[in-house]
Every structure is written in C-alpha cells, then in structure tokens.
C-alpha cells in the first residue's frame, strides 16, 4: 500500500503520469486484492471470501467506470483500498498472534461485505451526481 501511495506521488509531482501507467495501476490494484484474499478463503475455509473479492473488483471498477461517464475518479468510501488493507491486516495480525477465530470473524466478513455494498453504491451515487451538476 505504501509503495503503491508513493508511486502515484512520485508520478503526479514530477508529471510522470502515463496512460500504460494508469492502467497498470488500476489492474495491479484489482489483482492484487484477489491475489491476497482469495487464499484466505482456501486456507480458513471462509467461503464468504470469494463474495468479498468479487465486490472488491466492483468497487474498484465502479471508481474507474465514473472516468468513462465523465466523471472524476471515484474514491469514495467507507470499504476502499486501503480500509480494506487495514482490515485484513488487523485481521492476519490477529489470527498470527494466537487469536481463536470464532464467530466474530464471520461478523467481521459480514460487515466488511456490506461496507462493500455500501461504497459501490456511493461511489456509483457520486458520479452520477458529479455528472448531472455539469450539465
């Protein structure tokens, strides 16, 4: 995450933006959340995982499609990127520390899932919203 942060950065401030790289960012970005989280579905047995993944890729998607509507990027909250790095983060610590997993992981996924739900929608929401006030 934080070399993702600094290489966005280091490309806005010394106009090194590309096209090629934008796209790289926004693909690394996806892969990455399936190459991370998909084997936690593998090896906890968290089947619940694999929806998660699958609303994380929409999430991203829904920031990105807002570019082809006219809009602006869309970052809006509250399950982005980094919210969910942190999450899986505590999480990993958590279970790496010797926390019993229980029942509250599985509220945990639950809640994180309907985050998700929520930041498609406003990101959706805001987009639009941006576009119409253009007009």
């Not at 590309?18 to 090896?43: C, F, K, Q, R, T």
């Not at 699958?54 to 980094?82: F, H, N, Q, W």
């Not at 739900?117 to 805001?126: H, Q």
């Amino acid at each position: 995450m934080a070399l993702n942060a600094i290489d966005g950065m280091l490309a806005r401030e010394f106009d090194m933006k590309s096209n090629m790289g934008a796209i790289l960012n926004e693909l690394g970005d996806v892969v990455s959340d399936a190459a991370i989280y998909l084997p936690l579905a593998i090896w906890f047995g968290w089947p619940v995982m694999s929806v998660l993944v699958a609303l994380a890729i929409m999430t991203e998607m829904t920031g990105v499609v807002a570019v082809m509507i006219g809009a602006t990027r869309r970052y809006d909250g509250p399950m982005g990127k980094s919210d969910r790095a942190f999450v899986f983060g505590a999480l990993g610590l958590a279970i790496g520390s010797g926390v019993t997993q229980g029942p509250w992981v599985s509220l945990l996924l639950w809640v994180v899932l309907v985050l998700l739900v929520i930041t498609i929608i406003n990101r959706a929401r805001k987009a639009l919203m941006e576009v119409s006030s253009c007009r």
